[in-house]
């Protein structure tokens, strides 16, 4: 888009409609187009890989749940206006999933009879369905929004909260991962229920948290968040954290000197719940000893629609997004400076067939378009890197190389350019 979207209020939403990552197709609900789905893709591959590197098993849950179902755990009622409820031609009642504790704890009853199975850990990725009385920020609070969901099953609490640890490193990987500096909050389990609870908060002005914290969390730096470990746990458990809600200012431990109050991004949010839904129910398995024992759960959700605003809202400036490299739609923007130019054209073609034998994830500006809006346009999409070939430079044998989140641009041959970006996979 040439013009600013004036339905947008924040930088995310805005920037993401005017680089037409996203069209509206009515209030909350959103298509992705072909940008905008790439880094939706990426954000979901690198949780799911760090789901399945905690020990957790991907399947995949319809959207579309009976009420039956909610009726057993008694929150078909609970949830209100929230739940998109539907009729069949049968009459049979339906709804659109908002979560999936229900569903998974019914598969898990009719599946698992034996504590030998235990523990086990299972997620989804899978739009879920919330009928937000304010639908706003674009995808960041939507109603149709893609959500990764695990669950987790064990015999005894000590188990349970392993399963909980696990997730909770998991999570400050993933959000390293991703470019993000997150910090886990001390929350109230809400609609989801149970007696532990931590919520993953994203710093940025326009988060719709307060959060109080010490300072001491400024100084993790992404390279510690990916070697975390239970220990690391322990210790930024330790720290105080607290949403406005549960934050007391005459109680609370942090001297103020050392007391931060910013507002958050809720990106992910995990739950320890014990019996809530097994006991209900009738998830049991058989224990060593031959006694039916109801098993211990958690859940563990992460906003991956929401990511992407939120990644947006922490890493943009006034020329557009800045993407982390890890989930750009593209590592690299050619742009042909001169279209008309069969000498440049030539020279960008080959180098276009060059970055994509090589694996490099480039998109191609062979727009006939001027200089000045292919320059705009690639900082706008923020894509990291930055090759332009123009009539100049093919004649001196060097393109442009433009580092986006830097701006500092050096003139190299076109086989420097091919190797800095090969060689950083
Ligand atoms: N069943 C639990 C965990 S699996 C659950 O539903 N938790 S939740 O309600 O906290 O949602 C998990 C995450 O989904 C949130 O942390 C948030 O990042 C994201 N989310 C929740 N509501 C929305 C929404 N309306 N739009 C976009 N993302 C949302």
Same mark, same amino acid.
Request: glycine fraction near 8%.
């Given at each position: 888009?040439? !013009?600013?979207?004036?339905?947008?209020?924040?930088?995310?939403? %805005?920037?993401?409609?005017?680089?037409? @990552?996203?069209?509206?197709? +009515?209030? $909350?609900?959103?298509?992705?187009?072909?940008?905008?789905?790439?880094?939706?893709?990426?954000?979901?591959?690198?949780?799911?890989?760090?789901?399945?590197?905690?020990?957790?098993?991907?399947?995949?849950?319809?959207?579309?749940?009976?009420?039956?179902?909610?009726?057993?755990?008694?929150?078909?009622?609970?949830?209100?206006?929230?739940?998109?409820?539907?009729?069949?031609?049968?009459? %049979?009642?339906?709804?659109?999933?908002?979560?999936?504790? !229900?569903?998974?704890?019914?598969?898990?009853?009719?599946?698992?009879?034996?504590?030998?199975?235990?523990?086990?850990?299972?997620?989804?990725?899978?739009?879920?369905?919330?009928?937000?009385?304010?639908? %706003?920020?674009?995808? @960041?609070?939507?109603?149709?929004?893609?959500?990764?969901?695990?669950? +987790?099953?064990?015999?005894?609490?000590?188990?349970?909260?392993?399963?909980?640890?696990? @997730?909770?490193?998991?999570?400050?990987?993933?959000?390293?991962?991703?470019?993000?500096?997150?910090?886990?909050?001390?929350?109230?389990?809400?609609?989801? $229920?149970?007696?532990?609870?931590?919520?993953?908060?994203?710093?940025?002005?326009?988060?719709?948290? /307060?959060?109080?914290?010490?300072?001491?969390?400024? !100084?993790?730096?992404?390279?510690?968040?990916?070697?975390?470990?239970?220990? @690391? &746990?322990?210790?930024?458990?330790?720290?105080?954290?607290?949403?406005?809600?549960?934050?007391?200012?005459?109680?609370?431990?942090?001297?103020?000197?050392?007391?931060?109050?910013?507002?958050?991004?809720?990106?992910?949010?995990?739950?320890?719940?014990?019996?809530?839904? +097994?006991?209900?129910?009738?998830?049991?398995?058989?224990?060593?000893?031959?006694?039916?024992?109801? &098993?211990?759960?958690?859940?563990?959700?992460?906003?991956?629609?929401?990511?992407?605003?939120?990644?947006?809202?922490?890493?943009?400036?006034?020329?557009?997004?800045?993407?982390? !490299?890890? &989930?750009?739609?593209?590592?690299?923007?050619?742009?042909?400076?001169?279209?008309? /130019?069969?000498?440049?054209?030539?020279?960008?073609?080959?180098?276009?067939?060059?970055?994509?034998?090589?694996?490099?994830?480039?998109?191609? /500006? /062979?727009?006939?378009?001027?200089?000045?809006?292919?320059?705009?346009?690639?900082?706008?999409?923020?894509?990291?890197?930055?090759?332009?070939?123009?009539?100049?430079? &093919?004649?001196?044998?060097?393109?442009?190389?433009?580092?986006?989140?830097?701006?500092?641009?050096?003139?190299?041959?076109?086989?420097?350019?091919?190797?800095?970006?090969?060689?950083?996979?």
């Amino acid at each position: 888009m040439k !013009e600013t979207p004036t339905e947008a209020q924040i930088a995310s939403h %805005r920037l993401m409609l005017r680089a037409g @990552m996203i069209r509206q197709s +009515s209030a $909350g609900i959103y298509s992705w187009l072909p940008m905008g789905f790439r880094v939706l893709r990426n954000i979901e591959q690198i949780v799911r890989e760090e789901q399945d590197r905690a020990g957790a098993q991907e399947m995949l849950m319809p959207t579309i749940q009976s009420a039956e179902l909610w009726r057993k755990s008694g929150r078909y009622d609970d949830y209100g206006k929230e739940m998109l409820r539907i009729i069949d031609r049968g009459e %049979r009642e339906l709804l659109y999933g908002p979560t999936n504790e !229900e569903l998974i704890t019914d598969i898990f009853a009719s599946s698992v009879r034996s504590y030998r199975d235990l523990p086990k850990n299972l997620y989804h990725i899978q739009w879920k369905f919330r009928d937000e009385i304010r639908p %706003r920020f674009g995808v @960041m609070r939507g109603r149709e929004f893609l959500m990764k969901d695990a669950y +987790s099953f064990d015999l005894e609490k000590e188990g349970a909260e392993q399963s909980y640890l696990k @997730m909770f490193v998991a999570y400050l990987r993933t959000f390293a991962r991703l470019g993000l500096r997150a910090v886990p909050v001390q929350a109230d389990p809400g609609a989801i $229920g149970g007696n532990m609870s931590h919520e993953f908060h994203i710093l940025a002005d326009t988060g719709e948290s /307060d959060l109080y914290f010490d300072a001491a969390f400024e !100084e993790y730096t992404a390279e510690q968040m990916l070697k975390a470990d239970f220990g @690391m &746990v322990k210790d930024l458990r330790g720290l105080y954290a607290a949403a406005d809600e549960k934050h007391d200012a005459a109680n609370c431990p942090v001297p103020d000197g050392q007391l931060r109050q910013r507002k958050g991004i809720e990106v992910g949010h995990i739950f320890y719940f014990g019996t809530k839904y +097994s006991a209900p129910m009738g998830a049991a398995v058989t224990s060593s000893t031959g006694e039916q024992v109801n &098993v211990e759960m958690g859940s563990y959700g992460i906003g991956v629609s929401r990511l992407v605003g939120a990644i947006i809202e922490a890493s943009h400036d006034e020329k557009g997004i800045i993407w982390p !490299e890890s &989930v750009a739609p593209w590592k690299a923007a050619l742009i042909n400076l001169r279209y008309g /130019d069969a000498e440049c054209t030539a020279a960008a073609d080959g180098l276009y067939e060059k970055f994509q034998n090589a694996g490099v994830a480039t998109l191609y /500006d /062979d727009r006939d378009e001027r200089p000045g809006v292919k320059f705009a346009d690639a900082d706008l999409i923020g894509i990291p890197w930055h090759v332009t070939v123009g009539p100049r430079g &093919v004649k001196a044998g060097v393109v442009e190389f433009k580092n986006r989140a830097t701006g500092e641009t050096v003139e190299i041959t076109p086989e420097a350019a091919l190797n800095r970006l090969a060689v950083k996979a």
